[in-house]
């Protein structure tokens, strides 16, 4: 077993390498580039010795017309001076006359059989003189009299020139192979460098620097793409991480006060008070204590529970006049306290809804204007129905929300700064959209010059609808009336 | 006249041994006999076994759930007065619950005083006070038909809402009424809320009874609020 791993190790490593992406794109890219090479040469190769054919056998083709020519006719007779007197002068070409027979006549050449037409030759031996293995091209007629007649010639260009082709191809061979193989490995690394940087900012991301974005490079190509939406699921994790982070830290920061305090006061009880009212009342403020903290688990709860939608069975018609006065009649004392105005303009229209829920949005934006606006300021709640849609609008002319924080007070347990002394738990806005929400509705804030101004806008349903089932009673008339 | 006696016999069904254990506890000082049931069957079969005063209802039980009993009840004819406990976020198990037939529900976690004072509540609903036309606390005259109230003859002008609470303090004399209870009787609101709107409400109606408003309608630590006849003495708190 020890013996092995070494070898087994260097198997492994060939598999790595041959799996790797690397490996598979440079072997294709020499692999492409070498096909196509070889099939350009394949091609004007091929068309070289095609077009060098045809010289030979045009030169042929002329030499034998003018042979013939020369000779009147085709007869050994008549032909026999012309050739004799064409070999004497060391021709470029090579003349055959044979008789009926096969007995050569005149020429220089030895016998053929007499066969006419176009003829490759390549017989050492049938050529008298000369380079031994030259191939020759001919053609030969066989002539009135039974006589043969042929001329041909060095057909040798065309081999070399096979052999040519051959010698370029190898080495061009060669050459697409080293470049391929170059190519691959920067193609290769150009796109496995784009991988890598990916790879990289995965890898930092984590290790918790949860900011890390993959960067671009500027070329809009696929990898781009890809790095755009990539970091766009980035944003959208690390936003969520964010508010999930900022969730928890919100939830044991808002535990925390209440418990506490509510440690400090037992403590301090089981040091300080001697008798049984004294406990009593420690305890009583304890328990006060505690459902403070309790009461936030529950709002996170409920909203959870809204968020995730009820059953829509508890939807009854809800007139918004009557929940608008059923709001304005309970915090209109609390509100005169602080000399505040609660001004409730005309509202109409009526929605499908939980009468319970409902009451509970109106109020929270009742109760956030009271809360967060000085003495002295003026809140009205307005409303009316524009086509199928019934807006209800609370204003007030506080100091308002910055706009850039608009959005940002719906999310749970955002506090702005200024209003952290306020009593409150940060999830009351993001109750009021998430009931919006749930009743097909919206709710948007802005600008009340000077002020807030909240607009929830909700589908209304025609009274006509309303009136067989009759209308809900206020909710203000609970089961105990 | 608190409606609650030693013959008072109450049927918890509930899952949970120390909700239970506390309940009754908590109960056995307001004189409430509470036997338990600690499954949904159980649960049903004791309750139609034998007449309750008052039966509360675990939502969630093993065997069979709260809604299921409170519906087998009805179904059954049982006219038992029935508080729902629900949980924190129940949303509709609050409304199934109501529509199921019960009385009262009430939100884990809960103050075992706040269930003594809603039980108190309940059979004083189911009581003789039921169908008188006036009620009458410390010299105070509320006229339930004409809803007009007065003191020592003298008419105090008070808002519908006003005339709404004041008759929850004097159909529940020397009950302590929480801030909840208020909130649910007098307006339908069972949400949290961050303003003290309780707080002026009974103090707009302390100062509208007179200079002894205060001694009247008392302000309990933690608790909630107890209307209190000074010239019929003082129970003790809690």
Redesign the interface.
Known sequence: MAAFPPARGRAAAIARVVSSLSFRIVILFAGFLMLSGMLVILLSGLHSQRSLQGQIRHAVTAERAEVLSAAGRQDIGHMLPVIRNLVRNEPAFFYLLQDASGAILAGNMLHLRPVSGGRWLSWAHRLPFGANDIPVYGEGVVLADGGYFFVGIDASPLRRLRHDIRAIMIWSLCGFCVLGIGGGLILSAVILRRIETISVTARRIMSGDISQRIPYQGTDDEFDHLAHSLNAMLEQNERLIASLRQVSNDIAHDMRRPLSHLRQRLETASLAEHTSDGF??A???A??ELDLA??I???L??L???EGG??TD?MVPVALDTLTA?VA???R??A??RHQALIVGPVSGTVDG????L??ML?NLV?NA??HTPNGSRITIDGGVDGDRVTLVVADNGAGIPADSRERVFHRFVRLDRSRSV???GL?LSLVRAIARLHGGTITLSDNRPGLRCTVVLPHIALSETLPGGMRNP??????A | MTGIGATTRLLLVEDDPDTAAYVRDGLAHEGIAVTIADNGTDGLSMALGREWDVIVLDRMLPGMDGLSILTRLREAGSRAPIIFLTTMDGVSSRVGGLRGGADDYLVKPFAVRELAARIAVLLRRVGPMRHVTALRVAGIVLDLLRREVTRDGEKILLQPQEVKILEYFMRNPETILSRQMLLHYAWNVDFPVRTNIVETHISRLRDKLGHDGRQLIQTIRGAGYVMRDSDLGSIPTG
């Open positions: 009593r009342a305890i009583d403020d328990v006060v309790l009461e688990f529950s709002s709860l409920r959870s529970r809204i009820i059953a508890t059923q009649e309970l915090y004392p609390a005169e306290d939980d009468p319970v829920l009451m509970q109020s109760e009271i809360n009593p409150g738990s009351g909710p203000g008339n609970s089961q105990e």
